[in-house]
Nanobody
Framework: QVHLVESGGQLVQDGGSLRLSCAAS????????AGWFRQAPGKEREFVAS????????RYADSVRGRFTIARNNAKNMVYLQMNNLEPEDTAVYYC????????????????????WGQGTQVTVSA
């Protein structure tokens, strides 16, 4: 079992920055891809970013590319999401997820590909 806990979400002004953290416990996640998703009120949970097991490859949704950066520290069993130039449209609950295919070459963007999820952290961007 992998237990994921997100942190770092808060209220921020339009154009501001935040760094989300995801702490994993119960199992080392260094051999598995990880991702961030978000869910705004009344909307489906959507893909934001994913990162390969070794951190060498990343993938982003079009809506955040160039503004968000996903990273990981396998020694600390952590995944991060640096969010810059935030917009009100980025307001959502942000979820960390880990998939469990050993050193998977792909970077999944679908919810079904991920085995473990955190409880989420709220990000609110005011206009």
């Amino acid at each position: 079992q992998v237990h994921l806990v997100e942190s770092g979400g808060q209220l921020v002004q339009d154009g501001g920055s935040l760094r989300l953290s995801c702490a994993a416990s119960g199992r080392e996640i260094g051999d598995y891809a990880a991702g961030w998703f978000r869910q705004a009120p009344g909307k489906e949970r959507e893909f934001v970013a994913s990162i390969s097991w070794n951190g060498e490859r990343t993938r982003y949704a079009d809506s955040v590319r160039g503004r968000f950066t996903i990273a990981r520290n396998n020694a600390k069993n952590m995944v991060y999401l640096q969010m810059n130039n935030l917009e009100p449209e980025d307001t959502a609950v942000y979820y960390c997820a880990v998939e469990l295919t050993f050193r998977y070459s792909a970077l999944p963007t679908t919810r079904s590909a991920y085995a473990y999820w955190g409880q989420g952290t709220q990000v609110t961007v005011s206009a």
